[in-house]
Nanobody, 119 residues
Framework: QVQVVESGGGLVQAGDSLRLSCTAS??????????MGWYRQAPGKQRELVAS???????IYGNSVQGRFILSRNGAEPKTYLQMNNLRREDTAVYYC???????????WGQGTQVTVSS
């Protein structure tokens, strides 16, 4: 019912910036998106919250990215943009975009986009 696509990952050096985008295509009228979020997972580490944003614009950031990343949304459309600044090697991970429904659970996920930070 919901197709999620992320893009924007790549290989950068420490201190550089990247902008990730996420688009959720909702088919039918049975699913109400309440929030979209970004999670990441690095090898050997647990999946962790990067940032989330509700349809009302409320945002939550993970402690490790607070002050460096900014999550925004495109009006009422199911699109988000994650601006990542001052990237560090520990930011290296696969970043996944998720879509939450009425129960505030992430029901749909994208395929992930790789972010690799060198130095």
């Amino acid at each position: 019912q919901v197709q999620v696509v992320e893009s924007g990952g790549g290989l950068v050096q420490a201190g550089d910036s990247l902008r990730l985008s996420c688009t959720a295509s909702v088919s039918g009228n049975t699913y109400r998106v309440t929030a979209m979020g970004w999670y990441r997972q690095a090898p050997g580490k647990q999946r962790e919250l990067v940032a989330s944003i509700s349809t009302e614009g409320a945002t939550i950031y993970g402690n490790s990215v607070q002050g460096r990343f900014i999550l925004s949304r495109n009006g009422a459309e199911p699109k988000t943009y994650l601006q990542m600044n001052n990237l560090r090697r520990e930011d290296t991970a696969v970043y996944y975009c998720g879509v939450a429904g009425p129960q505030m659970e992430y029901d749909y996920w994208g395929q992930g986009t790789q972010v690799t930070v060198s130095s």
